[in-house]
Nanobody, 123 residues
Framework: VQLVASGGGSVQTGGSLSLSCAAS????????IGWFREAPGKERDFVAV????????YYADSVKGRFRIDRDNADDTVYLRMNSLKPEETAVYYC?????????????????WGQGTRVTVSS
């Protein structure tokens, strides 16, 4: 499956952005989709994940209550809506797909990755 992340941009502290991850290729509904982010000089960190059918979602503690992940299997797209953004959340955001997940927070469990979209939050 091929993934294309989009929707990044620049916002001020407290602002909102909505990212999209569009998929093509193999059956989109066969994959859980996760979002990760990588800040300059730091490791790639888990942000959120949504199950194949969309019934279950999980978030990093740091984004709970501010971010929301949704999927539309008819359009082969996953969305990450981000509110109350903070400067420390400046990063490149990546979406990734996994057929089988043992630990959704670990990046090495995901088989396919999008190219990333940059989010900049200014103070």
């Amino acid at each position: 499956v091929q993934l294309v992340a989009s929707g990044g941009g620049s916002v001020q502290t407290g602002g909102s952005l909505s990212l999209s991850c569009a998929a093509s290729g193999r059956a989109f509904s066969d994959y859980a989709i996760g979002w990760f982010r990588e800040a300059p000089g730091k490791e790639r960190d888990f942000v959120a994940v949504i199950s194949r059918g969309g019934a279950a979602s999980y978030y990093a503690d740091s984004v709970k209550g501010r971010f929301r992940i949704d999927r539309d299997n008819a359009d082969d797209t996953v969305y990450l809506r981000m509110n109350s953004l903070k400067p420390e959340e400046t990063a490149v955001y990546y979406c990734a797909a996994a057929g089988i997940l043992s630990d959704y927070s670990q990046s090495d469990g995901y088989e396919y990755w999008g190219q990333g979209t940059r989010v900049t939050v200014s103070s």
